[in-house]
């Protein structure tokens, strides 16, 4: 019963390298989502998932790219990372849109970009 | 796109006080949730609401859509209950869950 698994929890990154945040959920959820939350801020859509193939643009995509080819997975890559991608990443899921069960959040990877 | 506010953005309260924060959106939506993010960054989802009244335990809320407001209360406030609460709506036609900024709450003993 693992729900929405992030890694890493943890992560420090020079300019210019990149990577890739894991995200993964058990719960069988068809919608899948990127935040990203700023040091006293609230969190902004980076992309979205409504199913496996299927991907769109949030309100911050710049920098950074998804995929989804399996409805458990949703991976956000970062290729050329900047100062400004120092944030905390969440990776949440829901069953549908509008669901009564709501969203469920991965605990979060801290990023650092130096 | 979907405007989200909330008020108020820090409170301060003594352990045993009431509170009511508020959140108010700029057009019909389809989804209204409330979280809870605890000091140590995790976020707890508190509430489904997009209408009506619900109450777990101390907390409880009500959104009333046609206003397009929704309020969170906490009741006999511990120091648990500290951390940043965020309201978060979902538009109709749209597969997007949009946060406000929070309201920072801090309950001492």
């Known amino acids: 019963n693992a729900g929405v698994t992030q890694t890493p929890k943890f992560r420090i990154l020079k300019i210019g390298q990149s990577m890739t945040l894991q995200c993964t959920q058990d719960?069988?959820?068809?919608?899948m989502y990127w935040y990203r939350q700023d040091p006293g801020m609230g969190l902004k859509l980076i992309y979205y998932?409504?199913?496996?193939?299927?991907?769109d643009k949030g309100e911050v995509p710049n920098g950074y790219n998804v995929s989804r080819s399996t409805t458990e997975d949703f991976p956000l890559r970062l290729e050329l990372a900047a100062p400004s991608q120092t944030s905390v990443y969440f990776c949440?899921?829901?069953?549908?849109?509008?669901?009564?069960?709501?969203?469920?959040f991965g605990s979060g990877t801290r990023l650092t970009v130096v | 796109g979907i405007q989200v506010e909330q008020s108020p953005p820090d409170l301060i309260l003594q352990e045993g006080a009431n509170s009511t924060l508020r959140c108010n959106f700029s057009?019909?939506?389809?989804?209204l949730q409330w979280f809870h993010q605890n000091p140590w960054g995790q976020l707890i989802n508190l509430f489904y609401i997009p209408s009506g009244t619900k109450q777990n335990g101390r907390l409880s809320a009500t959104t009333v859509a046609t206003e397009r407001y929704s309020l969170l209360y906490i009741s006999s406030s511990q120091t648990t209950d500290s951390g940043v609460y965020f309201c978060a709506v979902e538009g109709y036609n749209t597969d997007k869950l949009i946060f406000g900024t929070g309201t920072r709450l801090q309950v001492f003993p």
């Open positions: 719960m069988n959820h068809n919608y």
């Open positions: 057009d019909s939506v389809n989804n």
């Open positions: 949440a899921s829901s069953l549908a849109l509008g669901t009564a069960y709501g969203y469920t």
């Open positions: 998932s409504v199913g496996a193939g299927i991907t």
